[in-house]
């Protein structure tokens, strides 16, 4: 099941720089889409999301795109700090079913 | 800020013996979920649960599996008769209505089957 894929395994970022994380889809039915954030050992955290009818959504440091004719969301964190540095999931939903659908996850490094 | 609560974090057990993980959901939530991640794997859904039925479930979720809301908190999966493939990180979550409302994930049980 690759209904939701991130294709970028690692991320390594200086800090004060921009981090842009990917993530595509399969699924156009999905709609919501959600980004979390995760340390070993610990759950997903819950960062920010975007429903399907909507193209941004910003929250701080944290802006989300959804580009739904190429099926692509994206995630970028401006400006980086060292201490986002963690696993970045994507995930979709359907919103009738509530389970979520994950990518694989993309380590992101920020560098002092 | 509301909490999911899993216990234990860590379990170990033997290849064949049966397991039960617990989970407190969000007090006012109405849905509940459990995932798991094998290592270095993707986060997966295993079942969804709501007004006392499961209303989805994978294809992993098959009759080695069961969950219950024993009570008014607590929200169980079973696990009989484990097997190595078993072990992996099992996380409980909690939304407050259908979509992503509210959608929590508990920090998680450590699951080693030897």
């Known amino acids: 099941d690759q209904q939701v894929k991130q294709n970028s395994p690692s991320l390594s970022v200086q800090e004060g720089r921009i981090s842009i994380l990917n993530c595509d889809y399969t699924?156009?039915?999905?709609?919501?889409f959600l980004w979390y954030k995760k340390y070993p050992a610990e759950g997903p955290t819950f960062l920010i999301s975007?429903?399907?009818?909507?193209d941004k959504n910003e929250d701080g440091r944290f802006t989300v795109f959804l580009n739904k004719s190429a099926k692509h969301l994206s995630l970028h964190i401006v400006p980086s700090q060292p201490g986002d540095s963690a696993v970045y999931f994507c995930a979709a939903i359907l919103t009738s079913y509530g389970k979520l659908t994950f990518g694989q996850g993309t380590i992101l490094t920020v560098h002092p | 800020e509301p909490e999911v609560t899993q216990t234990p974090s860590h379990q170990v057990t033997q290849m064949g013996q049966e397991v039960i993980l617990r989970c407190v959901p969000i007090s006012n939530h109405l849905y509940f979920y459990w995932y798991r991640q094998i290592l270095g794997q993707k986060v997966e859904f295993l079942v969804s649960f709501y007004n006392n039925e499961i209303s989805e479930k994978s294809e992993i979720f098959d009759d080695q599996f069961s969950v219950e809301r024993p009570d008014g908190s607590n929200f169980t999966l079973k696990i009989r008769s484990t097997k190595l493939e078993d072990s992996a990180m099992y996380f409980c979550?909690?939304?407050?209505?259908?979509?992503?409302?509210?959608?929590?994930f508990g920090s998680g049980t450590r699951l080693t089957v030897v």
């Open positions: 699924n156009s039915m999905f709609d919501y």
């Open positions: 979550a909690s939304s407050g209505g259908a979509g992503v409302y509210g959608y929590t």
């Open positions: 975007i429903s399907s009818i909507k």
